[in-house]
């Protein structure tokens, strides 16, 4: 049973950091396609950063580069999501997001990823 399970949402105050956690199971982790995506209310999910697992150049939302980062630790099965100037802008849920159907990450889709975690609340005050 396919597993991705969110933790370290918050609020912070603008400027502020945080780090989120996604934590995989129930398959095999490697050669996966794996990213962060983020919905605020009245808006469609987006994609903020996602990676292969066995490496290559991640793709970043152009809102998010150079302030967020994506990482993972292959030994814990488990991808970041280093956020970092953080806005209220980028105030959303957020949520991992796992494609086991493809090779390599071919797209950014929210629609063409088929596992997804509960979702962490992220909110930044001005």
């Known amino acids: 049973q396919v597993q991705l399970v969110e933790s370290g949402g918050g609020s912070v105050q603008a400027g502020g950091s945080l780090r989120l956690s996604c934590a995989a199971s129930g398959y095999t982790y490697s050669s996966t396609c794996v990213g962060w995506f983020r919905q605020a209310p009245g808006k469609e999910r987006e994609a903020v950063a996602v990676t292969y697992t066995s490496g290559g150049i991640p793709y970043y939302a152009d809102s998010v580069k150079g302030r967020f980062t994506i990482s993972q630790d292959n030994a814990k099965t488990t991808v970041y999501l280093q956020m970092d100037s953080l806005k209220p802008e980028d105030t959303a849920i957020y949520y991992c997001?796992?494609?086991?159907?493809?090779?390599?990450?071919?797209?950014?889709?929210?629609?063409?990823?088929?596992?997804w975690g509960q979702g962490t609340q992220v909110t930044v005050s001005s």
């Open positions: 997001a796992a494609d086991l159907t493809r090779v390599g990450c071919v797209t950014v889709r929210a629609a063409d990823f088929g596992y």
